[in-house]
């Protein structure tokens, strides 16, 4: 299907019509999802800043980007399912917990929840240094971007300008908050050797959630909607199934 505007971001329809719309990683667009979406139907966009959709105009975190695409819910007739991996679960989150009446369920795959107690990401000690010395003016900004490029992660070292400044946000973010305020049923999908996002988190959001469930996909790991489209079909076709009215 050809590109449209959907709530002022380009978005692809898959499949046929119906009441979803799916959210994809950083990095990535909405074609992680056509498979999933062929089984479905649904729409899938392109997040700003990936794909055909431009970037915002300022750094922002997940709140900012669920602003930024919660105009495209009104274009569907009915609440909706709502399907979010990694970065785009972020967004998803925040959505279904400020738009209840809107959404009338929500999967999400591989995506950064909560902290768990006792991990960190794991900083080179150099960098560190730099980092500190930069603080205290002892060596160049350009010396501190060089070690940035050098030393952060794959997602760092593509991204510039407002699409860096925005994912050194969104990494220092969880959502225990938004989790508790989901009024929808919840579907989570892992993969067992996430290695990005591992099912202790889920198993700890999981926790917080209203009204939640967990599946652990053995063997798999974190790019869910490619690797297993059938097990996201079957999750967002059991919310479908359910009423359609958000919960109360």
Do not use: N
Request: with cysteine.
């Amino acid at each position: 299907m050809p590109l449209e505007l959907i709530g002022g971001l380009f978005g692809e329809r898959f499949g046929a019509e119906a009441p979803v719309l799916a959210l994809h990683g950083w990095g990535r667009d909405r074609r992680d999802w056509a498979a999933v979406l062929s089984i479905t139907g649904g729409v899938a966009l392109d997040l700003p800043g990936f794909g055909a959709s431009s970037p915002p105009l300022s750094p922002m975190g997940a709140a900012g980007y669920a602003a930024l695409v919660e105009p495209a819910l009104e274009s569907f007739p009915a609440p909706l399912v709502l399907a979010g991996h990694s970065f785009g679960g972020r967004v998803a989150v925040h959505l279904a917990a400020r738009r209840p009446e809107r959404v009338r369920g929500l999967v999400l795959a591989g995506v950064p929840l909560v902290r768990i107690p006792g991990a960190h990401a794991r900083v080179s000690p150099r960098f560190r240094a730099i980092r500190l010395a930069r603080r205290w003016h002892l060596v160049p900004e350009r010396m501190l971007e060089e070690a940035r490029r050098r030393y952060g992660s794959a997602d760092y070292r593509a991204a510039s300008g407002v699409m860096r400044q925005t994912l050194v946000r969104v990494v220092a973010e969880s959502y225990e908050p938004q989790l508790t305020a989901l009024a929808c049923p919840v579907r989570l999908v892992w993969g067992e050797d996430d290695r990005v996002v591992p099912p202790t988190v889920a198993t700890r959001a999981l926790t917080l959630i209203p009204s939640g469930k967990l599946t652990v996909l053995p063997g798999l790991g974190h790019d869910i909607p490619t690797e297993a489209s059938r097990e996201l079909a079957e999750a967002i076709g059991e919310l479908l199934a359910g009423p359609p009215e958000a919960a109360p």
